[in-house]
């Protein structure tokens, strides 16, 4: 990229940087230190506030940069995640929302543990999220790193890892000091900023194409080089058995992962009413609907615009269509306005990942205080030490999501978000559904479906091809691989379900009527919730 494009993005990327801080100092300068301040940004953001929020949440680097490039690479099969990730929210909005906003306080821990024992529950739920979180930061990671690796003309290198060491430092800075509300407020606007950025690059596709929606398609499907295949089902997931296996498992994973999501879950602590809870949710549906829509214009508009070779010629996984499809858009690599429309999209997605990365480190780092150290401790009530442990999880969580986000830096991030979905789905969701809506469910059954389906989802992915013994893999020069799908979730999400359900049938202790009617009555009509 010319100087011109390295300028501008730079400036713009300085200028989100620098009002998000500005938040951050703003916030930490009003708060109290309290565990509900940090951890729920004191209950007092509206359904329209959180909405926004929760959406700019979901919206990330996955969403903005990685469907859109395998949608450009495989046309109707990459538009499986749009269908997966807007589905899901139907299982959000009607089986999750308003109940854990009823019978929870900070965390996916607190709702189980209401009428469990505390201690095994807390640990097996926190160890489950903190996984979770770290799989899902390892692709925001991998978007910054091919973002800046764009913007300077370098596909490796040193550039490259700064970016996700700064990106890393930036996240542990506003969880440390701002807490819950200085990342509400980020994702706001970095929401708002996603948003604008899709409308604007939706309208000038279609403008393209004069509207003809058709032609966009047929034009995608001309210079992809696959014919018309490029707009029929089985390109990517087609060829053979396993391919179709996958699939269903990526389709599974999608569409039941993200009502196990902990930084999606903490989002409804931080509206004052389980009615506003559900308002959120609806805000959200809204926003995310519009948003990947535009993402299917993007994707093929990617295709038909700079074409498949070159997406794929300037990042394998096609993590850098959308910034591409800008600079092509705005006149071209010599032109003001292509060196403009690439330096804001640029800048959009970068402000993207910041806030995202943000909104997972303090819901990883809340687990680890919240849930694991006051386990451990076996104490209650001492919300300032709890604030304090979370702000070093940050850190801790922040150096490992760096190392392993500069390990997998050759992977499309909607991928990498697909296994953090998958082991969500997995080991989170089936504890949530039983603890809410079965009776008999027991302490054993609730740490049995945890581990039941965290252990199998991260052997699974360790043992497949995206580990080892294929060009794509981590591990490209080492063979260890034994399970042929790349996401796990058609097994392991199954074997949860069954390990929660096996735990509670072989479980000597009974099943607590009252604490289970008491959960019942507040997770429908909200009385005695925090």
């Known amino acids: 990229m010319t100087g011109d494009h390295q300028t501008l993005a730079l400036l713009l990327f300085s200028g989100f940087v620098a009002v998000t801080l500005g938040i951050t100092t703003w916030v930490s300068r009003r ?11 004191g209950r007092l953001f509206s359904p329209m506030e959180n909405g926004f929020a929760i959406a700019g949440d979901y919206m990330s680097a996955a969403s903005f940069l990685g469907v859109t ?4 690479l495989y046309g109707c099969d990459g538009m499986l995640y749009v269908v997966g990730f807007l589905v899901a929210w139907l299982v959000v909005l009607f089986l999750v929302a308003e109940l854990v906003r009823n019978c929870g306080r900070f965390t996916l821990a607190d709702v189980v543990a209401a009428r469990m024992s505390e201690r095994p529950v807390r640990i097996a739920a926190g160890t489950s999220s903190v996984t979770v979180s770290v799989l899902y930061l390892v692709a925001q990671m991998v978007g ?7 913007l300077v003309g370098r596909t490796s290198g040193p550039a490259q890892t700064w970016t996700v060491i700064g990106v890393g430092a930036l996240m542990v800075i506003y969880v ?35 509207g003809d929606f058709d032609r966009l398609l047929l034009t995608a499907a001309e210079h992809s080089g696959h014919g018309r295949a490029f707009l029929a089902p089985g390109l990517k997931y087609g060829g053979d058995w396993t391919a179709r296996l996958d699939f269903i498992s990526l389709g599974l994973a999608l ?9 999606i879950l903490s989002r409804f602590y931080t509206v004052p009413t389980a009615r506003a809870a559900r308002r959120s949710a609806v805000w959200s549906i809204g926003l995310i609907g519009g948003f990947y829509l535009m993402t299917i214009v993007l994707g093929f508009g990617a295709a038909a615009v700079v074409g498949t070779d070159a997406v794929r010629g300037a990042n394998a996984a096609g993590n850098t269509a959308i910034p591409l499809l800008a600079l092509d858009l705005g006149g071209g690599a010599d032109s003001t306005g292509g060196t403009v429309l690439f330096a804001v999209v640029a800048a959009v997605a970068f402000a993207t990942i910041l806030a995202v990365v943000a909104g997972i480190t303090l819901a990883s780092s809340a687990s680890v205080a919240h849930d694991l150290y006051a386990s451990l401790r076996r104490s209650r009530g001492a919300g300032r030490s709890e604030v304090a442990v979370a702000r070093f999880a940050a850190v801790g969580i922040g150096v490992v999501a760096i190392a392993l986000g500069l390990l997998a830096r050759d992977m499309n991030v909607a991928f990498l978000v697909g296994l953090a979905f998958a082991v969500a789905a997995s080991a989170n969701l089936p504890v949530l559904l039983y603890s809410l809506f079965w009776r008999a469910f027991t ?5 049995w479906a945890v581990y039941g389906g965290l252990v199998p989802a991260l052997v699974l992915v360790l043992l497949s091809p995206v580990v080892s013994g294929s060009p794509g893999s981590l591990f490209p020069d080492v063979d260890f691989q034994y399970f042929p799908l790349q996401n796990p979730g058609i097994v392991s999400i199954p074997l949860g379900f069954l390990a929660g359900w096996l735990g509670t049938v072989t479980s000597d202790e009974a099943a607590d009527e009252a604490k289970y009617a008491e959960t019942e009555v507040r997770s429908l009509t909200g009385a005695g919730a925090v």
């Open 31 to 41: 708060r109290h230190g309290s565990a509900e301040e940090f951890y729920a940004g």
């Open 255 to 263: 569409v039941l992962g993200t009502g196990g999501l902990p930084h």
């Open 69 to 72: 490039g395998l949608i450009a």
């Open 176 to 210: 440390t000091f701002g807490g819950m509300r200085a990342t509400t407020w980020i994702q706001i606007v970095k929401a708002v900023l996603l948003l604008s950025g899709t409308i604007a690059l939706t309208v000038l596709v279609l403008l393209r194409f004069h």
């Open 144 to 150: 910054a790193g091919s973002l800046v690796a764009l």
């Open 443 to 447: 302490t054993r059954g609730a740490v």
